[in-house]
């Protein structure tokens, strides 16, 4: 099982609607992140959050706003989506290593479909 | 500069055959090179990582094989297996960031 705890699993919303993805983690990681999945496509990264401060890529659209409340959760929070943004949405754990990478620890995701 | 280039796109196998996984970089300053693997429904789960102080690591049946002039690395399955069957990732990551950037993926078929 893996220990780092996505919900829902699957989610279905209209373009109109507000939902939130959550993730949850209790392996002491400091740095969370969210990425998203396309078919048959690698990971891409939306977010990062290093000691709750958060680093963004640049390319993410607005509709998508990510919450840190503590060290443990992280939250992606969902309005105003367009069916393109129908996906994979990944979190995953790390730990901040001095003079290293930390190996990367992912949920088994959220699918999220916009009608 | 920041991408990872990864072939084939897919890969068959007959079983107890090696499947071999190419991916090539540009930034010099890359210096963690992880392969991921992805089980349809699942989440990508670390494989094997190499740094570039290493030519070669191996853990049981998968070895990385680096060369550090040739900007390239692989992936090596010895007696593949129908159980890796996947969608393997190789990336590329700084030690200074906590980011990686992911290779397109390869699916790999093991056929019994």
């Known amino acids: 099982d893996t220990e780092v705890t996505q919900t829902p699993k699957h989610l279905v919303m209209g373009m109109t609607n507000k939902k939130s993805l959550k993730c949850e983690q209790h392996?002491?990681?400091?740095?969370m992140y969210w990425y998203k999945q396309k078919a048959k496509k690698p990971p891409e990264l939306m977010f990062v959050?290093?000691?709750?401060?958060?680093?963004i890529n640049e390319s993410v659209p607005s509709r998508f706003s990510p919450e840190c409340p503590n060290s443990s959760l992280l939250n992606l929070h969902l309005h105003a989506l367009q069916p393109e943004d129908s996906a994979l949405y990944l979190c995953?754990?790390?730990?901040?290593?001095?003079?290293?990478?930390?190996?990367?620890?992912f949920g088994e995701g959220s699918r999220l479909t916009v009608l | 500069q920041q991408q990872v280039k990864q072939s084939p796109q897919s890969l068959i196998v007959q079983k107890g055959g090696i499947s071999i996984i190419n991916c090539a970089y540009e930034?010099?300053?890359?210096?963690?090179f992880p392969w991921y693997q992805q089980f349809p429904g699942k989440g990508p789960a670390l494989l094997i990582a190499?740094?570039?102080?290493?030519s070669e690591k191996k853990e049981g049946r998968f070895t990385i094989s680096f060369n550090k002039s040739a900007k390239q690395f692989s992936l090596h399955i010895m007696d593949s297996q129908p159980g890796d069957s996947a969608t393997y990732f190789c990336?590329?990551?700084?030690?200074?960031?906590?980011?990686?950037?992911f290779g397109s993926g390869t699916r790999l078929s093991i056929r019994p």
């Open positions: 190499i740094r570039p102080d290493v």
């Open positions: 995953a754990s790390s730990q901040v290593v001095v003079g290293g990478t930390g190996e990367l620890f």
């Open positions: 990336a590329a990551g700084y030690s200074s960031a906590s980011k990686i950037i």
């Open positions: 392996m002491g990681h400091r740095a």
């Open positions: 959050y290093s000691y709750e401060k958060l680093s």
């Open positions: 930034n010099t300053a890359f210096d963690y």
